[in-house]
């Protein structure tokens, strides 16, 4: 075998060792993605997901939260979908965890956004907390090893902060550990219903080859109006 088809052969068993990482991830249960393990979001990896609640067992559970994945391109992420509430003077605490990692030869990760929404908050005494640390450049649990950020961190969020992103050097992989606490007052009703993720890579710069037939088209575009310009 030459040395252009071995070449050619590795590449193909690269594709299929990335192919092969993990299945797809589609919309479902967040028990689901538990059980799953991992599932692959244009070329990152998500992982290890973790939900747990306080007091133990309190509704919703991880089957009752639906996670739909996000596949815009140097942008993707997962929604978090499920009807978290406390009332007449409940208090509950509800934590999400999971990891990102991208994949060999993807983009690596330089910023991080949190979507909060179905907030609401009635009677004094009453608030949804939202809370999430991002540990970029680790997955393990206290960010050993990583850069530990705090993206979001607010107590019944208004209209004015119903989102936040923070922005690092880029990693390629990172941990999420959300906290989101649930408090009502004794005649009071607090709910949240949706938090989006989204992780975002920086448009790769063309290629050697792709900045070539760039430099060469914009050669051309100048020599077809030099040349109508001596005709004129």
């Not at 140097?74 to 999971?98: H, K, L, R």
């Not at 649990?141 to 850069?147: K, Q």
């Not at 949240?192 to 080859?209: D, R, V, Y």
Request: hydrophobic share 45%; charged share 10%; proline share 6%.
């Amino acid at each position: 075998m030459n040395r252009i088809n071995l070449m050619a052969f590795a590449g193909v068993l690269f594709a299929a060792a990335n192919a092969l990482a993990a299945p797809m991830c589609t919309t479902g249960s967040l028990q689901s993605y538990i059980d799953l393990g991992a599932c692959q979001i244009e070329d990152k990896i998500f992982s290890d997901f973790f939900y747990s609640t306080s007091p133990n067992g309190t509704p919703p559970g991880a089957a009752a939260v639906t996670v739909t994945p996000i596949t815009t391109a140097y942008n993707p992420g997962v929604i978090f979908q499920a009807p978290w509430s406390a009332i007449f003077g409940q208090s509950f605490d509800f934590s999400i965890t999971f990891n990102v990692t991208v994949m060999a030869g993807g983009n690596l990760i330089e910023d991080a956004s949190l979507g909060v929404g179905g907030v609401l908050a009635l009677d004094a005494g009453t608030s949804v907390a939202v809370i999430e640390n991002i540990c970029a450049g680790s997955t393990a649990t206290g960010c050993v090893g990583g850069t530990g950020y705090t993206l979001f961190d607010v107590t019944t969020p208004t209209l004015s902060s119903l989102g936040d992103h923070v922005s690092f050097a880029p990693v390629d992989r990172l941990r999420v550990e959300k906290d989101l606490r649930l408090t009502s007052g004794p005649t009071g009703f607090a709910e949240l219903s949706i938090l989006t993720q989204q992780f975002s890579s920086a448009n790769p710069a063309p290629e050697p080859a792709s900045q070539a037939m760039i430099g060469l088209g914009l050669l051309a575009a100048a020599g077809i109006f030099r040349r109508r310009q001596r005709r004129g």
